[in-house]
């Protein structure tokens, strides 16, 4: 019965993850920004989500929103007073949305007549992590009236996430929020992430939450996306920004899909690999050396059209003794149970030879930044390089080469030593 258990959520999770790469084509042809916003009941997604509404209506946008529920239709009653057009999704007791939930209330719209679609998922930050839902942007909301520890107590969600937003600003020294331990908290798990301080009932941050928005829309391609060899060194200089995540921009997770708005595949697939045009990348720490080839394994799932889970990805940052996710635990437990690992280590074979191949006939600052990121992250143990390794892309060190042909020539000669001696 647990075999049957097991197989049948893998089914469920893969199923999803095809859907959610269809609707995520879907998008990306019609030129329309899709973010999911996800957060624990009463935060006041709601009402942050309806002021976004209209203030993006008034700048001219043309915005649409789906809201999950498990029952009734109030939230979509509140957003339509924005003048937007709304859908209601009631899930019936299912705790998250579901590509094939999404899908179903899409049909009759014309997505290219939208700039920005928002998904608002049930209130909940546990079941909605693991599931893709063709989205580009993931944002997670917390409120002031919740606590400073929310990031700490749901680490997979915030993870996962691009950007934050804090709503309920204006109740925050009423509530005793601590501002600081909150904007820690979130860099300790999610380093470099674009955290927005709001209000929804006085308006504040919502400009800045909005110009981001514009940006994610107004076509900063997916280079400027993904963290940069060349400025891992600088985020060093910020402690709270360990990993290279560029400030402004959400780095790329497995299910946020293809930071894609040129529609030319061609085109899309050279901005979605890391940028090597400055000097090759030197990394001071194996961390920093995993972030970039992880970076770059999911820029080539996209690019082939098959990005990676939440857990698939997470699945790469597995490391005995080295640096790795606090939830890796929790990771490892949902891939055990729902990924078949022969399967999985397969496909991360293909994308990292196809990784070596596109960089040996690329320029040589890619090579030499995939070849120097390895040779640093080689001083740790790590899964990754495991992976690597089957798939033949760690090259044995010369010193080691040098060993063997030594040892061949003087067992040789030992051999012809025997033989004269025999002889005599």
């Known amino acids: 019965m647990t075999t049957r258990i097991v197989e049948l959520r893998r089914g469920i999770l893969k199923k999803n993850d095809e859907l959610a790469a269809g609707?995520?084509?879907?998008?990306?042809?019609a030129g329309v920004l899709v973010l999911n916003l996800v957060s624990s009941p009463g935060t006041g997604k709601t009402?942050?989500?309806e002021r976004t509404l209209r203030e993006l209506k008034a700048r001219g946008a043309r915005v649409a929103a789906l809201v999950g529920d498990l029952e009734t239709d109030n939230d979509a009653r509140r957003l339509a007073a924005s003048g937007a057009p709304v859908r209601q999704i009631n899930t019936h007791g299912i705790c998250h949305l579901e590509a094939e939930m999404v899908s179903k209330h899409l049909e009759g719209w014309e997505?290219?007549?939208?700039?920005?679609?928002?998904?608002?998922?049930?209130?909940n930050l546990v079941c909605p992590s693991?599931?893709?839902?063709?989205?580009?942007?993931r944002v997670v909301l917390l409120s002031v009236t919740e606590g400073e520890d929310k990031p700490l107590k749901y680490p997979t969600m915030f993870n996962s996430a691009d950007a934050a937003v804090i709503t309920k600003m204006d109740l925050a020294v009423p509530c005793g929020f601590d501002r600081d331990l909150a904007l820690r908290n979130i860099q300790e798990i999610r380093p470099g992430?674009?955290?927005?301080e709001t209000s929804a009932k006085t308006g504040a941050g919502m400009e800045e939450w909005l110009d981001y928005l514009a940006a994610q829309r107004g076509g900063r391609g997916p280079t400027e996306l993904v963290a940069a060899p060349a400025q891992v060194s600088e985020e060093k200089q910020n402690p709270s920004a360990e990993a290279p995540n560029t400030k402004n921009e959400p780095s790329f997770r497995p299910h946020s899909g293809e930071r894609v708005e040129n529609h030319e595949l061609d085109r899309a697939s050279a901005a979605l690999k890391p940028?090597?045009?400055?000097?090759?990348?030197?990394?001071?720490?194996?961390?920093?050396?995993?972030?970039?080839?992880?970076?770059?394994?999911?820029?080539?799932?996209r690019r082939v059209g098959a990005p990676l889970s939440e857990v698939e990805r997470k699945m790469l940052y597995s490391s005995k003794k080295g640096w790795t996710l606090p939830d890796i635990a929790d990771v490892q437990d949902a891939f055990e149970r729902y990924h078949d690992p022969a399967e999985y280590e397969e496909n991360m074979g293909k994308l990292i030879r196809g990784i070596r191949v596109s960089a040996r006939n690329g320029a040589k600052e890619e090579y030499e930044a995939w070849t120097e990121a390895v040779r640093v992250l080689s001083r740790e143990d790590h899964y990754l390089l495991e992976l690597i390794a089957a798939a033949g892309g760690v090259r044995q060190p010369r010193g080691g080469r040098l060993g063997f042909w030594v040892a061949a020539v003087v067992f040789c000669g030992a051999?012809?030593?025997?033989?004269?001696?025999?002889?005599?």
């Open 130 to 137: 693991s599931y893709d839902l063709g989205e580009r942007v």
């Open 47 to 49: 009402q942050f989500l």
């Open 111 to 123: 997505l290219g007549n939208l700039d920005y679609l928002f998904i608002e998922n049930v209130g």
């Open 415 to 424: 051999l012809v030593a025997i033989a004269l001696w025999m002889n005599r």
């Open 23 to 29: 609707l995520r084509a879907r998008y990306g042809a």
């Open 275 to 301: 940028s090597h045009e400055q000097a090759t990348p030197r990394f001071a720490t194996p961390r920093e050396a995993k972030e970039f080839l992880i970076e770059w394994i999911d820029s080539e799932a």
């Open 193 to 196: 992430m674009r955290v927005f």
